[in-house]
């Protein structure tokens, strides 16, 4: 399985963003996670292929994972955004239902996302 994300960029405090990760070969469960600079990888947002989803407490209310299965791509819709936010995103997929990065197979090569105060 290959990962491709899009759709990082600048954004102010309280904008919004999407990001796109469009996944060849077989169907998993896909999420995202997040690397802030000196921090560990973080869990984001997670969608299993039934559209059950997962969210970090931290993005409860302002971020919606979704997926289009004809075109077998994940999206995250990052409303609201704070400084905080800022990261890399990566976009990933694997068989399990997890919000721990170990239990995914596949990554992507990451998009930065930067909110200005």
């Known amino acids: 399985v290959q990962l491709q994300a899009f759709g990082g960029g600048l954004v102010q405090a309280g904008g919004s963003l999407r990001l796109s990760c469009a996944a060849s070969?077989?169907?998993?469960?896909m999420g995202w996670f997040r690397q802030a600079p000196r921090k560990e990888r973080e869990f984001v947002a997670t969608i299993t292929t039934e559209s059950s989803t997962r969210y970090a407490d931290s993005v409860v209310g302002r971020f919606t994972i979704s997926r289009d299965y004809a075109k077998n791509t994940v999206y995250l819709q990052m409303n609201s955004l704070k400084p905080e936010d800022t990261a890399v995103y990566y976009c990933t997929a694997g068989p399990r239902f997890s919000s721990v990065a170990v239990m995914y197979d596949y990554w992507g090569q990451g998009t930065l996302v930067t909110v200005s105060s």
């Open positions: 070969g077989r169907t998993y469960t």
